[in-house]
């Protein structure tokens, strides 16, 4: 049928909806929905592959509503409430927007090989923040803490990767790492230490630096460690 309508078949009952296949640009799809696929009890939205294409022969799942309730995007066996598979490998799969300030937070991959888990959050204001974390325990207690960050490799304790890093934007400089053990490096990724800390330039910035207080231009009594042999170093 070359004409714009609602089709209903026989055997399955698809509804089908018609785009006119002679008038409509090369885009056009032909669309469909039924309540009994692959399994009684499903409902499925199909959509066609090409113009004028059948839906049963022609056509792909686009949203799966199984018969437990569970929904998929791109799968027709999703085993969650919300269930999203997708071929991208760099992007996001699951986006939100705050319309007119540019805001967004994403869900996908962040590299082009594999697939790389990703969180994407951008601010939608000057002095907004990007992306923010906040934890609401179940109790006020010392043995419930507010954020849990949990490193594993197929379940069992890490031996060789870091538990966290964090890095400099652009570069990927890493800034602090947490170790498999709990180490504590910054300026390096593989600390030797409960703190250790790397500078790979000399100079005259200290590495550590204790201060007992700063009130405005006064500050107080202060050690630096800091590499060099000059008499200004302390």
Not at 3 to 31: C, E, H, L, Q
Request: aromatic residues 8%; hydrophobic residues 35%; negative net charge.
């Amino acid at each position: 049928d070359d004409r714009d309508g609602f089709v209903v078949t026989a055997g399955y009952p698809f509804i089908k909806m018609n785009s006119d296949n002679i008038n409509a640009s090369p885009n056009a799809r032909n669309w469909g929905f039924s309540h009994s696929w692959l399994e009684q009890g499903d409902f499925v939205f199909l959509q066609s592959i090409t113009k004028g294409g059948d839906i049963i022969t022609d056509g792909v799942e686009r949203l799966y509503f199984s018969r437990n309730g569970h929904v998929g995007i791109g799968t027709t066996s999703p085993s969650a409430p919300l269930h999203v598979e997708g071929t991208t490998t760099l992007g996001p799969y699951l986006r939100v927007i705050k319309a007119g300030t540019g805001g967004e937070f994403y869900v996908g991959s962040g590299s082009s090989v594999g697939y790389w888990p990703y969180i994407v959050g951008r601010a939608g204001g000057t002095g907004r923040v990007g992306l923010g974390l906040e934890g609401v325990p179940g109790a006020d207690s010392a043995s419930v803490p507010a954020v849990t960050i949990r490193g594993s490799f197929g379940g069992a304790t890490l031996s060789n990767s870091p538990i966290l890093a964090i890095q400099k934007g652009g570069d990927g400089t890493d800034l602090v790492t947490v170790g498999p053990t709990g180490n504590v490096g910054i300026g390096m990724t593989s600390p030797a230490r409960p703190l250790h800390i790397w500078k790979n330039t000399a100079g005259q910035s200290p590495l550590i630096r204790l201060v007992s207080f700063i009130d405005g231009a006064n500050q107080g009594p202060m050690i630096d460690f800091q590499y060099g042999t000059n008499a200004a170093d302390s």
